[in-house]
């Protein structure tokens, strides 16, 4: 029996099982999941996670893969631009674009379209827009930036901002833009977690980022430095920019810091992971969403963040604290203030870490809503 649920295209870079591609992909499964029992949904994605030259063990690629309620293809790079462009001459009433400076799987799209085609496409640009992220390579983004506007490329379509931070980012480059302001949908599980003892004589700090420029981290690592506390700093995440890593690796060798850096781990076990560490800390120059932070909380770890991100309110609810980057011994003063907490007053941070945790992730409002926008 043909179905007759109005088909959705989504096209993304990287999809599961891809660990290193960070947030956009826990972003895009969340859509698939929440969506697929009202959608008939295709996933096109590349058949390798972010920075591999290999694809994937045991995946079959540039073939209809049927899953649980969608199906998904996984392209070679020989085969990207052909097949995309011969899945677009098909019946799609909506296209999701789950980047905004992908060439394969955003840019060359648009360019595909003609404008009737367009209205249907729904662009996340995933805080790529973010002042941080435009000022890593920002003349070449600059020059095409330009060029997109001259052509109206983006004229047509609609914007799916995940917070008010993100439109207003998006207005300011695209001031017509016709924006869809919705948070992130998630799939992450809350932890009970918050009887968890802090650590004997130590703090132990983490982080989840990809190493690159706009998370910051020599910053942290500079932070970290200047502790007097006995202290521990791990760092969960993929090299994305090696000279950025070999800066924060000389710093850390160069002052013999307690600092480990653990490359990607499986986003499954982070949750076991993070009840290892009193506190959670990322002074990113600009988040989308920051997933990592909403881990974080739902394990119960409190979180010490730079102002640049949606999630400001921590500091009022008593989730942790929100730190301007303007002056990184703010950052090692309330490092050091935490250490000293008594094991009651950590508790109070873990209780208000899953309290928040537990607001941001009731969606069932929030599910209506996406279903509104692909409608």
């Known amino acids: 029996m043909k179905s007759t649920k109005n088909k959705l295209l989504i096209l993304s870079d990287w999809y599961l099982p891809a660990v290193k591609a960070g947030g956009p992909v826990r972003s895009v499964v969340a859509i698939v999941e929440i969506l697929k029992p009202y959608f008939e949904i295709s996933v096109l994605t590349s ?23 969608f199906r998904i293809k996984y392209l070679s790079p020989a085969k990207i631009k052909g097949e995309i462009s011969n899945e677009l001459k098909l019946d799609y009433s909506k296209i999701y674009l789950n980047s905004f400076f992908s060439f394969n799987f955003a840019i060359q799209v648009l360019w595909q379209l003609d404008k009737v085609r367009r209205k249907s496409v729904v662009l996340a640009p995933r805080g790529m827009l973010a002042e941080g992220a435009l000022g890593v390579k920002p003349f070449k983004k600059s020059l095409f930036l330009i060029a997109a506007k001259l052509f109206r490329v983006y004229d047509f379509i609609t914007w799916h901002a995940s917070t008010q931070l993100e439109k207003d980012e998006i207005l300011s480059i695209f001031p017509n833009a016709k924006i869809e302001t919705l948070r992130n949908l998630s799939l992450v599980k809350i932890q009970n977690s918050i009887e968890r003892k802090p650590s004997n004589n130590i703090i132990k700090l983490v982080t989840v980022a990809r190493i690159s420029p706009v998370k910051n981290l020599l910053f942290l690592i500079d932070v970290f430095s200047k502790l007097r506390c006995h202290s521990q700093l791990d760092i969960i995440g993929p090299i994305e920019d090696e000279r950025y890593y070999s800066e924060c690796s000389e710093l850390v060798t160069s002052k013999a810091l307690n600092v480990n850096f653990l490359g990607s781990i499986d986003n499954s076990k982070i949750a076991e992971r993070f009840d290892k560490y009193d506190l959670f800390i990322l002074p990113t120059l600009g988040e989308n969403f920051g997933h990592s932070i909403l881990e974080a909380l739902a394990s119960c770890l409190p979180v010490l963040i730079s102002d640049r991100t949606s999630w400001n309110q921590v500091s009022s609810v008593n989730a942790g604290k929100v730190i ?25 941070f873990r209780i208000g870490a899953q309290n928040l945790a537990l607001e941001v992730t009731r969606q069932k409002d929030l599910s209506k809503e ?3 926008m692909f409608s």
Request: proline letters at 4%; glycine letters at 4%; aromatic letters at 12%.
């Open 370 to 372: 996406y279903l509104r």
């Open 47 to 69: 058949d390798r996670d972010i920075g591999d030259v290999a694809p994937y063990k045991d995946v079959i690629t540039d073939s209809w893969l049927e899953k649980e309620g």
């Open 324 to 348: 301007s980057l303007k002056n990184p011994q703010d950052w090692v003063n309330w490092i050091e203030q935490f250490a000293k907490k008594s094991d009651i007053e950590v508790k109070e």
